[in-house]
């Protein structure tokens, strides 16, 4: 169970073109996903807090208007990378948070998916 | 802020040694702790948790005691194989209103040799 979906995994684009990624949740709703980039040998860096329904809540120094985050259902979530440039280019990670009975919390990672804008 | 320190890598070892990556955090109260672990050209898959001092977490011969004391949760594994060649990752979990907003450690990168 608590399987998170990313499509596409690898996407390549032109510069200025945007990019749209789907996160879902397979087996589970989620009222919470998190969008995180990674960048070569490094760790994951949070970007964005994405709750169903409303706003997406974004890091200190994320471009809200650039990284645009829906989160139309509960197991749905998408980040659309808008006019992308070569800086964008990353490995980009979703989560969605699981509560369990208990009240504790365990976040389910997707596959990832890889931009690489030329 | 809540925080985590693990140590750098990468860790090179033969396989059947023994694995031990450390790990500290920062944070106020009791956070939930995790190890993460990511293979090659994959997302992070949950290795092991805990969400209470003294507890520990165990998953495929991997395991952690969550330490209050010294608030720690190093990861450690008797006898390695070359299949656990990845990055491991040390995560929290904060006791507040942010309790889903995870914090990473830099991760380790581990080599197994046969």
């Known amino acids: 169970g608590a399987v998170v979906s990313q499509h596409p995994s690898w996407v390549i684009c032109k510069s200025g073109t945007s990019v749209k990624i789907e996160c879902r949740s397979l087996?589970?709703?989620?009222?919470?996903m998190f969008w995180y980039r990674q960048f070569p040998k490094q760790s994951l860096m949070l970007m964005a807090t994405?709750?169903?329904?409303?706003?997406?809540?974004?890091e200190q120094g994320v471009e809200k208007d650039k990284f645009l985050i829906n989160h139309a259902s509960l197991t749905l979530s998408t980040l659309t990378v808008t006019s992308a440039h070569p800086e964008d280019s990353s490995f980009y990670i979703c989560?969605?948070?699981?509560?369990?009975?208990?009240?504790?919390?365990?976040?389910?990672f997707g596959p990832g998916t890889r931009l690489t804008v030329l | 802020g809540d925080s985590v320190t693990q140590m750098e890598g990468p860790v090179t070892l033969s396989e059947e040694a023994c694995l031990t990556i450390?790990?500290?955090?920062?944070?106020?109260?009791?956070?939930?702790l995790f190890w993460y672990v990511q293979y090659p050209g994959e997302g992070l898959q949950l290795l092991l948790k805990?969400?209470?001092?003294?507890d520990k977490g165990s998953n495929k011969g991997f395991e952690a005691t969550y330490r209050k004391e010294t608030t720690s949760f190093h990861l450690e594994k008797g006898s390695v194989q070359v299949s656990d060649s990845a990055v491991y990752f040390c995560?929290?979990?904060?006791?507040?209103?942010?309790?889903?907003?995870?914090?990473f450690g830099s991760g380790t990168k581990l080599n197994v040799k046969p």
């Open positions: 087996d589970f709703q989620a009222t919470t």
């Open positions: 450390n790990c500290t955090y920062t944070a106020t109260g009791y956070p939930s």
């Open positions: 994405s709750n169903e329904g409303s706003k997406a809540t974004y």
């Open positions: 989560s969605a948070s699981l509560v369990t009975g208990s009240g504790t919390d365990t976040q389910y």
């Open positions: 995560a929290l979990s904060p006791p507040t209103e942010d309790f889903n907003k995870f914090y």
């Open positions: 805990a969400t209470k001092a003294d």
